[in-house]
């Protein structure tokens, strides 16, 4: 229903209106309903739910709707749980990826470390004293016309300071 309009209503009226008569009967209006308003609330909240006569037509549509509503919960509150269950996996998943990733990230740098000083130790190899000594370290090489003493194990090579000794001794 379309409201009317206070000046078409009081347009071709020409009575003297008393503001504060009007302003009274409009509170009163206002809080006639209110009152209903709460009283219709109250009586939503104390109702409780009525015994369901199974015998009746009416209560066995009442029953079976009931029970379609309660069907229908227990599916949400089950598809629910079930996305909770997948949504919880999957950030878990992402979680257990992203410490992989950093994981995977350090042994990266490692790697590049290593790769940096095996570089660096090929290019020293490259140096021909380098290989020389490494010849004759490792590899037990000599130039020839050179003649290589081992010492056997246990007995320790003389020193450039023993041999200064017995060159003393023997001035």
Known sequence: MKKKRRSSQYKDNSKVIDMDEARRKRREKHNKERSKAKAKSRSKVKKTSPVIDESTPAGKRKLSLRKKVLK???????????????????????????A????????????????????????????????????????????????????????????????????????
């Open 72 to 98: 229908r919960r227990a599916v949400v509150f089950i598809i629910a749980i079930i996305i909770a269950v997948l949504v919880g996996a999957s950030v878990f998943h992402i979680v257990k990826l992203k």
């Open 100 to 171: 992989e990733q950093h994981e995977l990230l350090k042994k990266q740098e490692q790697l590049k470390e290593e790769k940096k000083q095996l570089e660096d130790e090929i290019k020293s190899l490259d140096n021909n004293e380098r290989v020389e000594e490494q010849a004759r370290g490792k590899l037990k090489l000599s130039k020839p016309g050179e003649t290589v003493y081992v010492p056997k194990d246990g007995v320790a090579p003389p020193s450039e300071t023993d041999a200064d000794t017995e060159e003393s001794q023997d001035d």
